[in-house]
């Protein structure tokens, strides 16, 4: 199982030189996806879960954004040393990533045909293939079909702007696959689109990795979706993983009190009811709570929560929770 | 709405704008005090005959007819007779125009290279060594009128070191080439003289530099605050994330969107130049338009004056069109508003 992993992030620290100070946010990550696993993250906004994903591809602006402890292994490789051409072929052909808003992932004044083309330009090159305007041409039609847009010639030549919300996610999508042969990062896909809508690009999504056993990081809000893509799931709790578990067993038996206390907060799950919210913000990043981030949140909160973070407890198959209250077993 | 019919609607709306230019023009040279015939003619000609020039140019009209006249005239590729040249307006400036064209474009050609070069890299490297120093270095050049820098280059480049020439279009004993276009850069290589050219080339760089320095600080400056603004954008990052080339990221994605309020303004500092060769022109004695003008106003030569101005108006007019247009090419944005609107 080790030697599978295709991501591997240990125990990564990031902060964010800002005008009004140092924002602690990423505080000990711990992060694993195997060889063609679809794993799912989950978590409150702001809680960190694009801010860990673009360290796995060293996308983070940098500054403000500074690493300051931890080691990320993509394939076997350590992403924080890489040379600068390793990280070019990594980016140009096996990971890629699905932009949390696709709108603004797309660049405004040139025309989407132009843009997949140079994604697929690039990816070739990296294969070794030199490839003829034609060709790059041949292959973005058949990357936006599989997408399923119809009339892909006259989307190429349309600008950002002249196509709808469900388009543009869509061609992000498109733009992704080029290049996502063994990694597949989409973040918070179709977020910002009406529910049917948003339903048919998870699934599609779902489908297209299916076929190409790609693995893939799943950012979600929509927790129905999650667990019905995703073999295992992430939960994350101000700036490190609280919880991980299978989809099935971490939806039936929620461990920590940071997830129970999201799954209660969303109604559909559960069975119907008010959304609760769950009291209490995510903490200032300027001046974090020391020990478990989630304490001052947590009725279970004893002494040793405010002292220490808890490591990760195995419960279980594949099983793991960050909490003191699952110490003793 | 097309992009012709937006065009045609330009046209027409900046007709309007010009035709009020000319009305107020008009009436300001005819109402400013002093007789323009009496300058015209001197202080010793006989009262006959200042009084026949007036009769001439129908100064003892009211203004409103005396614009009628105008108007009629313009109507038929009349503007008038030069008071001081006592040539038609019309044959002056086209006679001027060149010398100030060839200057212009000369500079512009110079500022905006220089600016997208300036702005993009500083830009690009914000908050380096090399960033600072072309934002304090355009601070000063932004502040620094034309002429002040038109007057420190004569002084150190012309009189001290003596690289440039400081008056004229050549120097003295160089026979014009025949002319063509009446650039002189142009003429002198369809004439195939090299050393022509050099030598109206080197004529060139000192009134020119002066001409748009403060511009091209400025055009520089909003390259910069836009190559910053869109260097944090999504687009960007995710272009990284596909491994484009670095070099790609900034010559494309970066710089096409990040030129387009700098075009605005580069529309507008291409017009102001016609205005600013006026003093510039003077300084180094450039036989053009500006000078021309300058002259003009000096003596009181009405027509030559509505004419300059008007002729500055027209270029104006036809930047603004030419702006929005190259606008509308930078950023669909802005083409899907000219064709839906
Ligand atoms: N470029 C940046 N500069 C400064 N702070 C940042 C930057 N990017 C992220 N942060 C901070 O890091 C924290 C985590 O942000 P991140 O975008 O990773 O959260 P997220 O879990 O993806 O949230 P969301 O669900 O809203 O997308 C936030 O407090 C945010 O303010
Ligand atoms: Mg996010």
Redesign the interface.
Known sequence: MMSEMIVDIRDLYVNFNIYEGVTRVLNGVNFRVAKGEKVGLIGEAGCGKTTTVKSI?K?L?MPPAEVMGGEIYLEGLDVLKMSQRDL??????TV??I?Q?PT???????KVGDQIG??IK??QL?LGNKISKEEIHEKTVQVLKEVQMPDPERLMNS?P??LSGGMRQRI?IA?AL??ATNLLIADEPGTNLDVTIQDQVLRLLGDLVEDRGTSIILISHALGAVKGLVDRVYVMYAGSMVEAANTEDLFSDPLHPYTKALFKAVPKLTGGGIPMGIPGRIPNYLSPPTGCRFNPRCSHAKPECRENAPPFYQVGDGHEVACYLYGGQ | MNIKKYVAYRLISSFFVLFGLSLLIFSLSRLVPGDPARLALGPMAPQWAVDKLRAQLHLDEPVYIQYIYWVTNVFRGDLGQSLVTRRGVFNDIFEFFPATFELVIFSVILSTSLAIILGVTSGKYANSLWDNIVRVTSYVGIAIPSFVWAIMSVFIFGYLLRWFPTLGRLSSGVVMPTKVTGLLLVDSLIAGRLGVFRDAFYHMILPGTSLVISRLAQEARITRASVVENLHKDYIMAARSFGIPERTITLKYLLKPSLIPTVAIMGMDIAGSMGGSFIVETIFNWPGLGRYGMSAMLSNDINAIVGVVMLIGVFFAFMNILVDLITAYLDPRIMMKLRGG
């Not at chain 1, 603004?104 to 040139?110: D, G, K, Q, S, W």
Request: glycine residues 0%; positive net charge; proline residues 3%.
């Open positions: 591809m996308i602006q070019q072929m990594m980016r140009r052909k890629s990533m932009f808003d603004a992932a797309l660049n405004p004044v040139f140079d994604i690039y990816n990296a600008y702007i002249q992000s733009m080029v290049s």
